[in-house]
Nanobody, 120 residues
Framework: QVQLVESGGGLVQTGGSLRLSCAAS????????MGWYRQAPGKQRDLVAI???????NSADSVKGRFTISRDNTKNMEYLQMNSLKTEDKDVYSC??????????????WGKGTQVTVSS
């Protein structure tokens, strides 16, 4: 079993910054893709950014130039640096990880999420 725990959420003003962290622990062979998703009440969960083990990244158009995803494979951590925050960024942000196994089968895990609130 693998656990993902997010931290770093909070309340900021428009234009401010936050850095989210996700710690993966448990029985980990190797983590392939990691990412961040966000979800507002009553809406679908949307992809924010993803990152491969080789640090190839992709992000939603709405956050390009403002958010940066990164990871530390040694520590099994991933991060989301959020700058120039807007009120529309107010959501619950969840960590995602696709964990490899010795049997070439990946298992997907989700964190419980951390709240990001942006005030005008």
């Amino acid at each position: 079993q693998v656990q993902l725990v997010e931290s770093g959420g909070g309340l900021v003003q428009t234009g401010g910054s936050l850095r989210l962290s996700c710690a993966a622990s448990g029985s980990i062979f190797s983590i392939d893709i990691m990412g961040w998703y966000r979800q507002a009440p009553g809406k679908q969960r949307d992809l924010v950014a993803i990152i491969s083990r080789e640090d190839t990244t992709n992000s939603a158009d709405s956050v390009k130039g403002r958010f940066t995803i990164s990871r530390d494979n040694t520590k099994n951590m991933e991060y989301l640096q959020m700058n120039s925050l807007k009120t529309e960024d107010k959501d619950v942000y969840s960590c995602y990880a696709s964990v490899a196994t010795p049997f070439k089968e990946n298992i997907e895990y989700w964190g419980k999420g951390t709240q990001v609130t942006v005030s005008s």
